[in-house]
């Protein structure tokens, strides 16, 4: 059995010796949060509080996760860091595909990609992405990271990006796995098709159904899943 330690919130200052400390008590690694920016009043339903309504301040601090983790990776030397969830369809895959692999390479490939489709629009409104279609497009750029973060000449011609021969450098040694955050079914669907899935946030009574659900819609995916690595 693998620890993970999420730091959500936790001030900037403190850490690198937080991530020591857990590297010293035998973490396997840091779970790092992603928001871009918080809106001062959210009109968007947060889905994992009974509520709906956040729960941090909108000045919590939420570091680049990229950035973290390259940072954090120089003061440690196995502990491992997980997006705990980045929020693709908020960036452009090339800004993305840039970032974490700069970090994967820099980490010495001990970042997991913890990814998902987020819940606050307001967010996509104030960045100017469109929300409605954020889970076509984040299977569009999940496909089109696999590709970019392999190396080599890469094209791509989708629905959302038509790409010419390119090549982003520099890129892993090892392919940087892909967990999938969300319980909706397109949500574990998305999952099924990656190398996991990420819980936040749940009731003890919940987890067993949501690991049914993934596990049936793992079954109909077959061995011939995407991958997305």
């Known amino acids: 059995m693998e620890f993970w330690h999420a730091i959500s919130y936790a001030p900037p200052e403190q850490c690198v010796g937080i991530a020591r400390a857990a590297e010293a008590a035998g973490f396997t690694g840091l779970a790092l949060p992603d928001h871009l920016l918080t809106p001062l009043r959210v009109e968007s339903r947060y889905p994992y509080r009974e509520g709906g309504e956040i729960f941090w301040d909108p000045a919590a601090p939420f570091p680049d996760p990229w950035i973290l983790a390259s940072v954090l990776a120089q003061a440690t030397t196995r ?5 705990y969830v980045y929020v693709l369809p ?3 895959p090339f800004t993305a595909a840039k970032a974490i692999s ?20 307001d967010e996509f409104r104030a960045v100017g992405q469109p929300f409605a279609d954020r889970g076509r497009r984040t299977d569009d750029i999940l496909l089109l990271l ?6 080599g000449p890469v094209e791509h011609h989708s629905e959302f990006f038509d790409l010419p021969p390119v090549q982003l450098s520099p890129v892993p040694k090892r392919p940087v796995p892909v967990w999938i955050g969300g319980h909706s079914d397109a949500a574990l669907r998305r999952a099924a098709r990656a190398d996991g899935w990420v819980g936040v946030n749940y009731h003890e009574a919940e987890v067993g159904g949501l690991l049914r659900r993934l596990a049936r819609f793992r079954e109909q995916a077959g061995p011939a899943r995407d991958g997305y690595q």
């Open 79 to 83: 502990l491992r860091f997980m997006t």
């Open 90 to 92: 908020l960036r452009d």
């Open 102 to 121: 700069t970090a994967a390479v820099l980490s010495g490939d001990r970042i997991v990609l913890g990814a998902g489709v987020g819940w606050m629009e």
């Open 146 to 151: 696999r590709k970019l973060l392999a190396g």
